[in-house]
Each structure stands twice: as structure tokens, then as C-alpha cells.
């Protein structure tokens, strides 16, 4: 399977590609993370099945399908409890956000009822499992999500440009990065750029009216998904303040992008960036964001060797691109499938 043309080889007996229904709780108009999840799949098992994405899944729908992958165990709760009614045998998957992981499987009867429906649960990234609850643990797998490399920018030792990306809601936590802005007022070679559509009227007006008191505080509202990647491409640093996070797209394309990424201490981006990440500062904790900002600032064109955060933060992301690639992504998805459609 290492080859790049892995088949769902260890099926002996197929007389057709299996039908595959990936159930989205987010339409392609929404472009998040679940959709573009939903869509990439989709790509990465064509060659080997039929495969079709449904927001509102029907009976016949799933009365035609072999296979179910569902994302979001909550949000997508009626359809699994369906598939596994019309199917009590056939392979169901449910793929785990941040929200469910970190917060509905403890609290939703919903979000628990689709645990124990599911034959596997898939987590975004390597310290999720360790958050479900045990009698789960032994049918989970973690699948690093995929994105295309861009070739890293070449960058302005003059001036620190930092993004943060993401819907202004409480999840993300952009009252971290609005105050990290205040605090680090002063230097001039600072600036901070903020992506995200306005979801919370509160955040919103924040993030505008810093925009008009703070001369290096930029907010520019939500964007096309290619011109936040070459914003991602060509700042020095992102910055992910989160609260919760499943496996954030934003980190993976930085660090495809050759960008190094500030992370709040969660266990959702330690996940991503791995436990020994030098640029982690503890949630909700600006003060510690600013002090890792300047410290990127002040060593980024020195010679000295004496720190050069910047440049650790940078190798130590591009030690980790692999993880993110589409073939680490399609040989960890074909894998399960073989594993389940053998069984």
C-alpha cells in the first residue's frame, strides 16, 4: 500500500466497488472543516469505491449504500442511528470533531449513542483517543487529515506578520489574539491580521473596532479559502488560540506552507504539532502569546544562536509536513476500509 495505488486489496470477494454515503453535517456554501473533510475523502476513495456525500441523508440513500462514514457524532446522530437500524451488520464509521471529543461525548446522550453504534471511530489527531472513554479506545484510529504543500514564502526579516484564521466564535478564542495585539502595541514591526467571518456579534464588533484604535491590527473579515492560504503562506507566524479543536485545517496548512504556528496548550493542537512543540503558551493566556511573539521578533534577523525561536518553530513544523501529506492520508483511510470491508 506504500506505493500510492492501494486498492481495497484485502477484500477477496468484490464484484463491484462498494458503495461508500460520507454524511456531512456542513453543506459545500459553508466550506469548513467537516465539508472540505467530507470532499477530499470522497476524492481519496473514488479509484476504489462509489462513493457520494449527502447533507440530508434519505432511507434509500442508506438503504443503497455498504458503507457509512458519518462526521460529527452528534450533529450527524439521526442518520447513524438510522444506518444502523436499515444496517444492524454493515460498516459504519463516525468521524469525532473537537466539540465532540472535548466536550458533547461526555455530556450528549446523542453524541454517546453514536459511540457505541459505530464499528470505528476516527480522531483528526495522535492525542485524541486518549479523551474517549476507555470501553471506545480499542475501535479508534487516528487519521491525519491532508493538504497541498505550498512552497514557503520568502519573508521579510524587517517586519513580524502574524495571522490568526477562524469564524470569530467562542471556540477559537480571538479574545487571546485581541489582547496579544494590545500588549504588543508598542513595537512597530509587529503586525497582526485576523481571517474569519463574524459569527458572534460580540467578537465581531471587537475585532472591528480594533481594527480602527490599533494602527497594527488588521481584521479582514472571511475569505476565499486560496487567499487565507497565501495569507498563511506569506506571514511569519499563526496563531491558534483555541479553546477546542478536533484537528485544525489551519495548522496543517501552515505547516505545509513552510509557516511556523503560536498554539494554545490544548490537547487538540498538541495533536497536531507534537508534545515536545516549542511554540505552545497556555490557553486564554496572552501574556505568554506576546512573550513568545517577541521573543520571534527580537531574534528574527539576529545572528546570534542564542534562541532563534523562529527558526526552531520552523524546522520543528517541517519535520512534521509528512504527516499531512495526501498519501499518509489515503493510506491510513484505505487501510480501515480494508479492515472493516475484510472482517
Given at each position: 500500500?506504500?506505493?500510492?495505488?492501494?486498492?481495497?486489496?484485502?477484500?477477496?470477494?468484490?464484484?463491484?466497488?462498494?458503495?461508500?454515503?460520507?454524511?456531512?453535517?456542513?453543506?459545500?456554501?459553508?466550506?469548513?472543516?467537516?465539508?472540505?473533510?467530507?470532499?477530499?475523502?470522497?476524492?481519496?476513495?473514488?479509484?476504489?469505491?462509489?462513493?457520494?456525500?449527502?447533507?440530508?441523508?434519505?432511507?434509500?440513500?442508506?438503504?443503497?449504500?455498504?458503507?457509512?462514514?458519518?462526521?460529527?457524532?452528534?450533529?450527524?446522530?439521526?442518520?447513524?442511528?438510522?444506518?444502523?437500524?436499515?444496517?444492524?451488520?454493515?460498516?459504519?464509521?463516525?468521524?469525532?470533531?473537537?466539540?465532540?471529543?472535548?466536550?458533547?461525548?461526555?455530556?450528549?446522550?446523542?453524541?454517546?449513542?453514536?459511540?457505541?453504534?459505530?464499528?470505528?471511530?476516527?480522531?483528526?489527531?495522535?492525542?485524541?483517543?486518549?479523551?474517549?472513554?476507555?470501553?471506545?479506545?480499542?475501535?479508534?484510529?487516528?487519521?491525519?487529515?491532508?493538504?497541498?504543500?505550498?512552497?514557503?514564502?520568502?519573508?521579510?526579516?524587517?517586519?513580524?506578520?502574524?495571522?490568526?484564521?477562524?469564524?470569530?466564535?467562542?471556540?477559537?478564542?480571538?479574545?487571546?489574539?485581541?489582547?496579544?495585539?494590545?500588549?504588543?502595541?508598542?513595537?512597530?514591526?509587529?503586525?497582526?491580521?485576523?481571517?474569519?467571518?463574524?459569527?458572534d456579534a460580540g467578537?465581531?464588533?471587537?475585532?472591528?473596532?480594533?481594527?480602527?484604535?490599533?494602527?497594527?491590527?488588521?481584521?479582514?473579515?472571511?475569505?476565499?479559502?486560496?487567499?487565507t492560504r497565501r495569507w498563511i503562506r506569506?506571514?511569519?507566524?499563526?496563531?491558534?488560540?483555541?479553546?477546542?479543536?478536533?484537528?485544525?485545517?489551519?495548522?496543517?496548512?501552515?505547516?505545509?506552507?513552510?509557516?511556523?504556528?503560536?498554539?494554545?496548550?490544548?490537547?487538540?493542537?498538541?495533536?497536531?504539532?507534537?508534545?515536545?512543540?516549542?511554540?505552545?503558551?497556555?490557553?486564554?493566556?496572552?501574556?505568554?502569546?506576546?512573550?513568545?511573539?517577541?521573543?520571534?521578533?527580537?531574534?528574527?534577523?539576529?545572528?546570534?544562536?542564542?534562541?532563534?525561536?523562529?527558526?526552531?518553530?520552523?524546522?520543528?513544523?517541517?519535520?512534521?509536513?509528512?504527516?499531512?501529506?495526501?498519501?499518509?492520508?489515503?493510506?491510513?483511510?484505505?487501510?480501515?476500509?480494508?479492515?472493516?470491508?475484510?472482517?
Amino acid at each position: 500500500m506504500k506505493d500510492g495505488t492501494t486498492q481495497f486489496t484485502s477484500v477477496r470477494v468484490q464484484s463491484k466497488r462498494p458503495r461508500i454515503l460520507i454524511v456531512s453535517p456542513a453543506n459545500q456554501a459553508q466550506n469548513n472543516g467537516n465539508w472540505r473533510t467530507a470532499e477530499r475523502w470522497s476524492q481519496l476513495l473514488s479509484k476504489s469505491a462509489q462513493v457520494s456525500i449527502q447533507i440530508e441523508a434519505d432511507d434509500e440513500a442508506i438503504r443503497s449504500a455498504d458503507f457509512m462514514i458519518a462526521l460529527h457524532a452528534r450533529r450527524s446522530a439521526s442518520f447513524i442511528q438510522r444506518w444502523r437500524k436499515i444496517h444492524p451488520t454493515k460498516p459504519l464509521i463516525v468521524v469525532l470533531t473537537g466539540t465532540d471529543l472535548y466536550r458533547d461525548i461526555d455530556q450528549n446522550i446523542e453524541a454517546q449513542t453514536s459511540l457505541n453504534l459505530a464499528d470505528r471511530l476516527v480522531v483528526l489527531q495522535e492525542q485524541g483517543i486518549k479523551h474517549l472513554p476507555v470501553q471506545h479506545q480499542s475501535k479508534a484510529r487516528c487519521i491525519f487529515q491532508s493538504t497541498r504543500p505550498w512552497k514557503p514564502a520568502i519573508k521579510s526579516d524587517k517586519k513580524l506578520r502574524l495571522v490568526m484564521v477562524g469564524h470569530l466564535r467562542s471556540e477559537k478564542s480571538p479574545e487571546t489574539f485581541f489582547e496579544a495585539a494590545r500588549l504588543c502595541a508598542s513595537p512597530k514591526n509587529i503586525e497582526f491580521h485576523l481571517i474569519g467571518g463574524g459569527l458572534d456579534a460580540g467578537l465581531l464588533k471587537e475585532a472591528q473596532e480594533l481594527d480602527q484604535q490599533l494602527p497594527h491590527f488588521h481584521y479582514h473579515g472571511a475569505l476565499p479559502h486560496q487567499h487565507t492560504r497565501r495569507w498563511i503562506r506569506n506571514v511569519h507566524l499563526l496563531i491558534h488560540p483555541s479553546k477546542m479543536e478536533g484537528g485544525a485545517h489551519v495548522i496543517m496548512e501552515a505547516i505545509c506552507s513552510g509557516t511556523p504556528v503560536l498554539a494554545s496548550n490544548i490537547s487538540g493542537n498538541i495533536g497536531m504539532l507534537g508534545s515536545h512543540y516549542a511554540g505552545f503558551f497556555e490557553w486564554g493566556n496572552a501574556s505568554q502569546l506576546c512573550e513568545l511573539i517577541l521573543r520571534c521578533q527580537e531574534t528574527q534577523s539576529s545572528s546570534e544562536p542564542k534562541d532563534r525561536l523562529l527558526d526552531r518553530l520552523t524546522n520543528q513544523c517541517a519535520e512534521r509536513a509528512d504527516l499531512f501529506s495526501r498519501h499518509h492520508e489515503q493510506h491510513s483511510l484505505l487501510e480501515l476500509m480494508n479492515e472493516l470491508l475484510s472482517a
